[in-house]
């Protein structure tokens, strides 16, 4: 008999355990969070900005492969991020994300599964953080972002919280040679103009970094469809 391959978008609220909790809190709060103010010098504004409640969706802008640690790191609540489902044909990295917290999602298309495991956080205690750009950026700019972020919000009724990130790019080993700066927006209700949330986004993104967003081609492909689907 053929062992069934597990899915690794699939997620229940069951599974967004105290071990699973436990992994995140000792390997980002306290393993990543030491280098972070130790090299980095780390630094939140607007924690006021924060919900209290976990039905919302964090959005940051992306700019390394180290902000969804650190964003777990700084955030009150655990964090659940979206990995492309590649990742989860590396055997260590699938171990390692997985434990963290992650699931799979096809960046081309949306599955019900992450409908359901998107429902499925708002049920246990941690939320959802997405990366609206889908792929790292560079500092300076903002683009490559589509309206799947704001499709995803709209058909969970979650809202939107915009994260600004500089300096997470820079790769410093030296204590005291780095500063990240993370700021933390104004909620953006979730809405069925899905390109209206977007430039919201935008336009916050904009403020909370300094960066200049750049229209591409690309962003007429989403992931969950836009403001009429």
Known sequence: MT????????????????????????????????????????????????????????????????????????????????????????????????????????????????????????????VLGIFPQGTRGVPGEIKGVTTGFAGLARLTKCDVLPVGITGSNEVKRIPFTGKIIINIGKIIPYDKDTEKVKTQWIEQIQDLTGFKYIDTPEEELSLVGGKND
Not at 11 to 28: I, P, T
Not at 32 to 46: N, Q
Not at 72 to 85: D, E, L, S, T
């Open 3 to 126: 062992k069934q391959k597990k899915q690794y978008s699939v997620r229940e609220a069951s599974q967004f355990n105290r071990w699973r909790s436990l992994f995140q809190f000792l390997v980002c709060k306290i393993g990543y969070m030491i280098r972070l103010k130790l090299v980095y010098r780390i630094e939140v504004h607007g924690r006021e900005n924060i919900p209290e409640d976990n039905k919302y969706i964090i959005c940051p802008n992306h700019l390394s492969t180290l902000d969804p640690p650190m964003l777990a790191a700084v955030w009150p609540r655990n964090v659940a991020f979206m990995a492309k489902k590649e990742l989860f044909d590396i055997r260590f990295i699938r171990w390692w994300i997985d434990w963290l917290g992650a699931f799979a999602v096809n960046r081309e298309s949306l599955a019900p599964s992450t409908v359901k495991t998107v429902q499925a956080i708002k049920e246990s205690k941690w």
